[in-house]
């Protein structure tokens, strides 16, 4: 089955950088990929999804890559404020397709002043 | 959160009672779905639903049951519950039939955090 990883470390960053996050799979070739944001106590909310044929997608400030080779997507927020301080979760299509979602544990990130 | 609500939103229990927890939404998507969410494993599928009285399992089963009987519902319940069962537990929709086609964007709800002592 696939397998998904996050880097469960914080990510720490001072507002108005870049801040990068990784989500790397392995085992299969799904044929997209999706983005969440978590606030505490409140469920996920859907952010992006990026196709396979797809190398980069953008919405306003945040940017995700896709890069099936690594098999690696790269979510970035440019210009980060203190509001976009959340856990970010990635999740991938089961192989083959269907509508099972598998999400990595998420990565949090802090936006400092 | 996209119409979708959840109930209780807190309940503390004792180990061995059952336990129904529900999901109602107000969008018409097709799919419903059940996760626990654990510090250390993230977001866990239980169980889904692809209709009314169509379901299936996902990774963490053991221990659960749901029902749908009408497009909006969606019940989760645990016959017996077991410490290892305290969790936050999110329902999930996705896939508006109005759609023709969709990539599974899910929409969840707000959360029942879920204690057996």
């Known amino acids: 089955s696939q397998k998904i990883e996050q880097n469960s470390e914080a990510l720490n960053i001072q507002e108005g950088k870049t801040a990068t996050l990784t989500c790397n799979y392995t085992?299969?070739?799904?044929?997209?990929l999706q983005w969440y944001r978590q606030d505490p106590g409140r469920g996920p909310v859907f952010l992006l999804l990026?196709?396979?044929?797809?190398k980069e997608k953008r919405k306003e400030r945040l940017k995700v890559t896709f890069d099936t080779t690594l098999k690696q997507s790269l979510f970035h927020i440019t210009a980060s404020q203190p509001a976009d301080s959340a856990t970010y979760l990635c999740?991938?299509?089961?192989?083959?397709?269907?509508?099972?979602?598998?999400f990595g544990t998420g990565t949090q990130l802090k936006v400092e002043l | 959160d996209a119409g979708i609500t959840q109930s209780p939103r807190h309940k503390v229990t004792e180990t061995g009672t059952p336990v129904t927890l529900r999901c109602h939404q107000t969008?018409?998507?097709?799919?419903m779905y059940w996760y626990r969410q654990d510090p250390g494993h993230g977001l866990r599928l239980i169980h889904y639903?692809?209709?009314?009285?169509?379901?299936d399992k996902g990774e963490v089963s053991d221990g659960y049951s749901v029902s749908r009987s009408k497009t909006e519902d969606f019940l989760l319940t645990l016959e017996s519950a077991t410490s290892s069962q305290t969790s936050v537990y999110f329902c999930?929709?996705?896939?508006?039939?109005?759609?023709?086609?969709?990539?599974?964007?899910?929409?969840f709800g707000p959360g029942t955090r879920l204690t057996v002592l």
């Open positions: 085992n299969y070739s799904p044929a997209y």
């Open positions: 639903s692809y209709g009314v009285k169509d379901t």
């Open positions: 999740a991938l299509p089961p192989e083959g397709g269907g509508n099972k979602l598998t």
């Open positions: 990026i196709r396979e044929n797809e």
């Open positions: 999930a929709i996705s896939e508006s039939i109005h759609l023709a086609v969709s990539y599974n964007e899910q929409f």
């Open positions: 969008e018409n998507h097709r799919y």
